[in-house]
């Protein structure tokens, strides 16, 4: 059984099949990118491709996978809700880092691409369950066109700026709400513990394919 992961960049492949090698030698990877997914959910809605999504994990099925990851945070509502439709096990890679986040009293969600928020705080609220931490959202203006333009440095820069602008003051942490944030982690002098997803979406799926097999 094998695991598939559903990209909205190819940026991600490299950064995951590393992971994979680092953390879970042996697993068999399928990377399937489709850009024109976040392209429409952008400028309709993460709802108006759930047909799309879906025919996206069915392609997935179709070739072996038992557990597919959807790594767009976008998306990932729909992806999940996408899975009994299918008939396979959706994750989305950002759940893992939400749980692990509302042990916080204060998380500070930082983003590049607007349409990203709202499903990072759903999902934050619903992992929070009884308990309320105080949610708060920062836009990264301008990073996304860096990140269209190839200019991964200046994408990670400006993400790394942004979370060096957080007033540390209230505690808490702070949570990358797209998965290619994560290495502006290493670029930050915050010092609020700065949460991505890769690694810890990556943990969880690998999981769920054991658990399979």
Sequence with gaps: MS??????????????DGLRDRDHP?????????????????????????????????????????????????LGGVAERSAAAVGVRVLRVDRPM???????ERIVV????????????????????DRTPALTTLLVDGAWDRFLAGDRDGYLDAVAAA??????????????????MAD???????????LSSPRLGLAAAAAAVRRHE
């Design 184 to 194: 502006a982690a290493e670029r930050t002098t915050t010092p609020l513990p700065v």
């Design 110 to 129: 930082v983003a590049a691409v607007e349409s990203t928020l709202e499903p990072t705080l759903d999902l934050l609220r619903e992992e929070s369950g």
């Design 163 to 180: 979370l060096d602008g957080v007033d540390p003051t209230g505690g808490g942490v702070i949570v990358l709400a797209q998965a290619s």
């Design 26 to 74: 042996g697993l068999a990877l399928r990377h399937l990118v489709a850009e024109d997914l976040l392209v429409r959910a952008r400028a309709e809605g993460p709802e108006a491709v759930a047909g799309a999504v879906r025919d996206a994990l069915a392609e997935a099925v179709a070739g072996g996978a038992g557990v597919v990851l959807c790594t767009c945070s976008t």
């Design 98 to 104: 939400a749980a692990e986040a509302v042990r916080a």
């Design 3 to 16: 695991l598939a992961l559903l990209h909205t960049s190819a940026v991600h492949v490299p950064v995951f």
